[in-house]
Structure formats: C-alpha cells, structure tokens
C-alpha cells in the first residue's frame, strides 16, 4: 500500500493529490478481491506548519461471486464453460467460497474458455463482454459473459505423399485428429 503514497513529506497538502492516492490504494485493493474495500484520509494537524496525514483502510470482506452468467452460448452449455473455469460461484459448503480473483477470471476469459472451444473445433470462439456486476449491499458480484461461438470447424481427411523415411501409418499414429465413426445419416448426406 505505501507504494502507492506519492505524496512528499514536507510538501504543502494537494487535496487533489490525496484523493488521488485514494483512488489508487482503493484500486489495489479491489484488484486483490477486495472490492468493497474503504479507503479515508485523516488529517492531524501537529502545531501551525506541519500535520500528519493518515490513510485509514477499512478492507471489509472479500468479494464473492454469487453467479455466472454466460449469453451468447449454443453448442456449448453454461455448465460447462462454468466447468471449465477456475472462477466458480460460491455455494452451500466452506470451501466453495467462490472468491473474486480478478487474475483467474483473466485466466478464465483469455485461455480457459477460448480452449474449451477451441477442443471442440470452434476456433473462431471469443469472447464479447465481460462484466462483473458487484450489489455493494451484500458484497457479492456477478460474472456475466457474452460469447461468440463462430462455426464449428471438422477436419476432413488425412493423407500422406512423399514419405520416404516413415510409412503412411507410422505417420497416422501421430496424427491428432483421429476420423470418427459416420452415423447411418451422415453417410447419407
């Protein structure tokens, strides 16, 4: 937190520059979780040309997340884009805590969720908007999601020309994307 103090001892006040060491040290806070933290400064004057100024931190509780909310999504459910996430809501039991770590979201919306469909072949997928909605009154958040799932991508064969060194079926047993079985109905299509 003092890191965040930029004011210089033995510099005449700047309200302007307190408020926005508030802001800061507020900032902080919020980025650990903390969102509904409170941040006052207190002023003592010593004698006529010097006062103490004083950052009182009331850090409050943490913030938990109360739900998940995710549109946009059709091939996939909500389920399991919440599976797939780190950031869980919290539930009934103590170690459901569902705590707000704005690190894990990050985590969850840039490489988590884009993976999830991406396995699936949606590489295409992003996410929109990303909104943590906090109710203050109940210190509790909720995350909501807008996602674009794009088309849906299937590899359509694999063959091997030119191979010298391995066969076609060394090379096969290497390849990912291994063919599915076709349905009575795809084969028709």
């Not at 006040?13 to 408020?19: C, G, K, L, S």
């Not at 943490?62 to 998940?68: L, Y």
């Not at 039991?93 to 770590?101: A, I, K, R, S, T």
């Amino acid at each position: 937190v003092r890191d965040q103090v930029d004011l210089l001892i033995g510099r005449p006040i700047d309200p302007a520059q307190v408020t926005r060491t508030i802001v800061k040290i507020d900032s902080l806070y919020a980025s650990k979780g903390f969102a509904f933290a409170q941040v006052k400064a207190d002023t003592t004057f010593v004698d006529s040309t010097s006062a103490r100024l004083l950052f009182q931190v009331d850090e409050g509780r943490r913030t938990a997340v109360s739900g998940i909310k995710v549109e946009g999504n059709k091939a996939l459910g909500a389920k399991t884009i919440i599976g797939a996430m780190d950031t869980k809501p919290e539930g009934f039991f103590f170690w459901h805590n569902g705590e707000l770590d704005k690190a894990k979201l990050a985590g969850d919306i840039t490489e988590r969720i884009p993976g999830l469909y991406g396995d699936r072949g949606f590489i295409d997928m992003q996410v929109l908007r990303d909104t943590t909605i906090l109710d203050r009154s109940v210190g509790k958040a909720l995350v909501d999601l807008d996602v674009k799932e794009g088309p849906q991508y299937h590899v359509g064969g694999f063959s091997v020309e030119g191979s010298r060194q391995f066969s076609s079926q060394d090379i096969q047993k290497l390849y990912p994307f291994q063919p599915q079985p076709r349905t009575l109905l795809q084969a028709v299509k």
